[in-house]
């Protein structure tokens, strides 16, 4: 709760250009939507949008995914400059198949990366986000409760802020933009 109040003060505070409150560098080694392994160093020189999430996620996902997608097109050519990227949760049915088929339906510039539990539960921990899987439906899928801020880095790869998956496009837009 108080790591959450930090957050949202930093991100409402005139000072946002200010150093990120934690001390986050990404590093992690996981394989992409189409089946190649990707680790943080294949972004440097890029500023990273990192979404923590899952294709079939019909509650907060399906709000920041559109949002970062209309985004990126709301930038136009300079969305070209970032490097979106959806770290999935539920790596059992997030598989690189999975991502390849749902990741086009939101932008084709998404990044969709799985691996295996340890491999994300590294990662995760890293972003300080947590996952717990609540239940399931009638149909098998599971519902997860999941850590949900989008992760802004630096070309270098060091986070520099986080935004709530409930701002809008246009904000978002806006916010990358005095970034780039």
Known sequence: MIRTAALLLALTSPAAAEPFFLDITPDF????????????????????????????????????????????DLLGPDATRLSPILVTIDPAN??????????????????GLTGSEESLAAVRAQFQVEREKLFETPYGEPVYAHGSFVYITDSSGKVQSALPPILGPERIAELLRARL
Do not use: N, W
């Not at 997030?94 to 990044?111: G, N, R, S, V």
């Open 94 to 111: 997030d598989t690189p198949e999975q991502m390849a088929k749902a990741l086009p339906d939101y932008h084709p510039d998404f990044i």
């Open 29 to 72: 080694e996981l394989t992409d939507q189409r089946g190649q392994i990707r680790s943080d160093e294949d972004f440097a020189g890029k500023p990273m949008l990192i979404f923590f999430g899952y294709t079939k996620c019909e509650s907060i996902c399906s709000v920041a995914l559109p949002s970062i997608a209309e985004a990126l």
